[in-house]
């Protein structure tokens, strides 16, 4: 029976294991009890085996005993001995709490050198390395000790049981871990590594399985390291030469690089140091990587098919490639090395297109080689009638144009699908870039962005073109390009020119009676444009023109009419088959176009007050045309309902957008446009509350005498009004009159203010509105322009001659008088008498017996020459055979 310390016992009575005489037919049954001494060292939790323990005397003992006693002792060692003392070393590996585990690697070399080991032991021998190759300090001595295992018969042995920790599944990282670094040291050691029969693809394949998530960061990080060791030696790449494809050696990088890193899964933070380890892990698996495939392209003699799987292989993990391993990769997809037919293409181009085409980080470069080959595909896709390859090229740059930031690389996405929509088109505006002859030097050089090689007009003007391409008879992409546009009209940050370009394709967007969509050729604004110098025969324009050829630094204009192109190309001459303005299925599928957004992005944009004015300037020019189509927004009153209490809070309140003074406009040349909006609004009137129809001409009455610039465009909108809101504007009408009796001495608003008063004598519940002296208002502006006429007249006839006195009223003549740009003044003068009898015509009878008598008398009264005009008689002569 042993005591309590039997080993101490035992070692001075065997002089430390040396003599073991008399002690023969006991040493199987001493080793196992020496093992089970160490074992309960370990198990007992009383103060005096931990005092025990903390000295470390027992257990040291018992082990240096088990050493010396295999050593000295060999030859009565059976192999049923052998294998229980390694399986007795593999059961400590875990327990080792004393400071001197060295010992079990002693006894392991022990083993292999004084003894014969069983082949079934290597196996447990070779895990119990992996375990210590782990600890801090063993590395010198595992290594030592495993030498001794290669430089033996059970070399073979020991790979395969590497090989083992690498195919199961329930190996765990320490051990793994362990296995990677014992194999990387039989493939360092020159002594061994020539003998080593070791089967490539397995070890491939073993290091392809799939691991748990949560040390898939830890086995990806070893097994990358022993890949890397693997292809950098030169025997392995012999047996890698030897191998008919790659494919084993593609799933190993792949799964590994693609695994988690370190501390992904549960977050980074810089306190904890997730942070750190997580960076460190990255960049540790970029650089391995990196060099792995560097080594495989370096490989001479590969065969093709060794170097297509190679290419795959840098594909999937083409995010921790470098920038000329990248560039050379996607070179090696060029037509003139790509065929469509082999493998799984369609899949290398979704993974080209993962990496290059949506990765918003990568070099513009890399981007825009990547999208040649792309389209490449396609059209190869196209003509060989691959109706699958074919959609999947073409959704693949429809997505990436979804969420693309980058400007120039958005228009490289509008013009191949441009491209493959109808055809290609040699339009500058989707001149392609070419790729840089040297990509080196190109991807070095960080003084000049990529983005300055591409027109900046290009994305814009591609998805112009795309829209009406796809307006005709195709329904989700239409939607989809007309989404797009959009949100990036929406953002404020965008350049004027890019955002102009595509409301020039959204404002010639039309909807006939049946709601089919069409777009314009003709955007309808040319005549308001000129009010904001944007034609080329504008005076300011030519002289800003003769300013830039002067050197003078003057931005020009984003857009104007003349010489600044439109729209990219022409638009279908015929109506969409597939778009509808109204939201009613056509055969179950909703067609609609979501102009409700479009609205309210032009409600924004007119709101805001840090709209560029480029882009400010062009909604409000053309924003009116396409109100007008009625057919278009049937569906949107509400939108434009917001439109007009927009246009009228702006008036009213005289908060109107403030040009720049480059521009030589003033307020009021951009309130003859909101005023222009105004009254196409007007045409919508039964869709809205009465309140607002009475709030719309309020404001037309205010734009009568607020700025020059809109009194006529105010007088047209009453006219208008006349005929559209007669109950809303019965109310104001007679102050309406009187105020037009101040400017109808205007001879540009003459014609106007006549007309409106001609126009309103033809409706009669308007008419009735006038009692008493207030319809000598009406027959007070005709009077009023009749006086100015004459004395204009005459005065003209005094400054013809030599000489002759002032006449009285040539101040206030010369004040007044603007040449009319139009030769209609006798027109005019004849129709203020013509409105003087249509308003007498509908006059009640007791009305027209009142009023004959004055007006006779201020009809028949001579001018400053004492002359009665023949227009007077025979107005009088008419009105008094009533």
């Known amino acids: ?148 295992f290669m430089n033996t018969h059970l070399k073979d042995e020991t790979i395969e049981s590497l090989l083992r920790r690498f195919e199961d599944d329930n190996t765990c990282p320490l051990e793994a871990a362990g296995a990677a670094a014992l194999f990387e040291l039989s493939l360092v050691n020159a002594t061994t590594r020539h003998s080593i029969d070791l089967d490539i693809n397995r070890l ?32 392995m790449q012999q047996k890698l030469l030897a191998a008919p494809d790659w494919i084993h050696i593609q799933d190993a990088v792949i799964r590994n690089a693609k695994a988690p890193l370190e501390s992904l899964s549960v977050g980074l933070n810089k306190e904890d140091g997730t942070l750190e380890r997580f960076m460190k892990d990255r960049e540790n698996r970029r650089e391995t990587v990196r060099a792995i495939i560097s080594c495989l392209e370096h490989i001479d003699g590969i065969s093709l098919q060794q170097s297509r799987t190679l290419r795959r292989t840098a594909l999937h993990v083409a995010p921790w490639l470098t920038e000329q391993q990248s560039m050379k990769l996607i070179s090696a997809y060029q037509p003139s090395s790509f065929r469509i037919s082999i493998g799984n293409w369609l899949g290398e181009i979704r993974e080209l297109a993962n990496h290059f085409i ?21 059209r190869t896709a196209q003509q060989l009638g691959e109706e699958e390859a074919t959609n999947t090229c073409r959704d693949l740059i429809v997505n990436a144009l979804d969420n693309e930031t980058n400007y120039a690389f958005r228009g490289n996405l509008v013009h191949v699908l441009l491209h493959f929509t109808v055809g290609l088109i040699e339009v500058p505006f989707f001149a392609e870039p070419e790729a840089p002859k040297d990509a080196k030097h190109d991807l070095d050089s960080q003084n000049q962005p990529q983005d300055e090689e591409l027109p900046s007009i290009l994305p814009d003007a591609g998805l112009v073109a795309l829209l009406m391409r796809s307006s005709v008879d195709q329904l989700e992409r239409s939607r989809r390009v007309y989404d797009e546009m959009l949100q990036l009209i929406a953002i404020p940050e965008r350049p004027a020119e890019a955002t102009v370009m595509l409301l020039r394709g959204l404002f010639r967007i039309r909807s006939d009676l049946d709601h089919r969509i069409f777009f314009l050729a003709n955007s309808e604004g040319e005549s308001l444009a000129k009010v ?70 032009i409600i924004q944009l007119l709101e805001s007050a840090s709209c560029d004015w480029e882009v400010y300037s062009y909604i409000i020019v053309h924003v009116g045309p396409q109100v007008s189509n009625q057919s278009l927004f049937a569906e949107n009153i509400h939108e434009i309902r917001l439109l007009r209490n927009l246009v009228c809070k702006k008036i009213q309140s005289q908060t109107i957008f403030r040009p720049p003074e ?72 007679v102050r309406i009159v009187a105020q037009m009796s101040t400017i109808v001495t205007k001879s540009d608003s003459a014609i106007h203010v006549l ?41 003209e006839q005094n400054r013809s001659r030599p000489s002759g006195p002032p006449t009285r009223n040539s101040s206030v003549v010369e004040s007044n008088y603007r040449p009319s740009t139009e030769d209609i003044p006798q027109y005019v003068f004849a129709l203020s008498y013509h409105v003087i009898t249509f308003w007498f015509l509908a006059l009640s ?11 006779e008398q201020r009809l028949l009264s001579p001018d400053q020459s004492g002359q009665v005009l023949d227009e007077a008689i025979v107005t009088v002569d008419h009105i008094w055979r009533v």
Not at 226 to 231: A, D, E, K, N, P
């Open 1 to 148: 029976r042993y005591t309590d310390f039997p080993s101490y016992l035992l070692a001075i009575l065997t002089d430390n294991g040396r003599q073991l005489e008399g002690f023969e037919p006991l040493l199987s049954d001493l080793t196992p009890a020496l093992l089970q001494e160490v074992d309960s060292e370990f198990a007992e939790k009383d103060l005096r085996r931990q005092e025990a323990r903390k000295s470390g005397l027992p257990v040291l003992t018992s082990l240096d005993l088990i050493n010396n006693t295999v050593k000295y002792n060999a030859r009565f060692f059976s192999d049923a001995d052998i294998t229980l003392l390694v399986q007795g070393m593999f059961d400590l590996r875990h327990r080792l709490a004393f400071d001197d585990p060295e010992k079990i690697c002693d006894i392991l070399g022990t083993l292999i050198i004084y003894t014969h080991i069983p082949k079934d032991a290597v196996l447990i021998a070779t895990r119990t390395l992996c375990f210590l190759r782990e600890r801090n300090g063993l590395e010198e001595k595992t290594s030592k000790t495993f030498s001794y």
């Open 204 to 235: 491939m394949d073993a290091l392809a399985r799939s691991v748990p998530e949560e040390t898939a960061s830890a086995y990806a990080r070893l097994r990358l390291e022993l890949i890397r060791v693997l292809v950098q030696d030169g025997e």
């Open 358 to 378: 949506f990765n918003t980080s990568c070099h513009l470069t890399l981007r825009q080689k990547a999208l040649r080959v792309i389209k490449s595909a396609w």
């Open 532 to 601: 904001l110098h944007r034609n080329s025969e504008s005076p300011f324009l030519q002289s800003r023109r003769s300013s830039l050829q002067s050197g003078i630094s003057i931005m020009p204009p984003v857009w104007k009419y003349g010489d600044i192109h439109g729209l990219p190309e022409s638009p279908p001459t015929t109506v969409s088959a597939v778009l509808r303005s109204e939201s009613k299925p056509v055969d179950g599928v909703d067609c609609s176009l979501n102009m409700r957004s479009w609205l309210e992005i």
């Open 662 to 733: 480059t521009s030589n406009l003033r307020q009021g040349d951009v309130a003859l446009c909101l005023y222009h909006i105004l009254t196409t609004c007007i045409g919508y009137h039964w869709r809205f509350p009465r309140k607002e129809n009475v709030d719309t001409i309020t404001t037309l009455v205010k734009g009568l005498t607020l700025w020059d610039r809109t009194t006529i465009a105010c007088v047209n909108a009453l006219t208008l009004s006349c005929y559209e809101l007669p109950v809303s504007l019965s109310r104001d009408l």
């Open 755 to 795: 007309e409106f008063l001609a126009g309103l004598s033809r409706i009669d519940e308007l008419v009735n509105q006038f009692h008493g002296d207030e319809i000598k208002t009406v027959f007070g502006v005709c009077f009023s322009y009749i006086d100015y006429a004459r004395g204009k007249k005459f005065d």
């Open 845 to 855: 009878k007791e009305d027209q017996k009142r009023h004959f008598p004055w007006m």
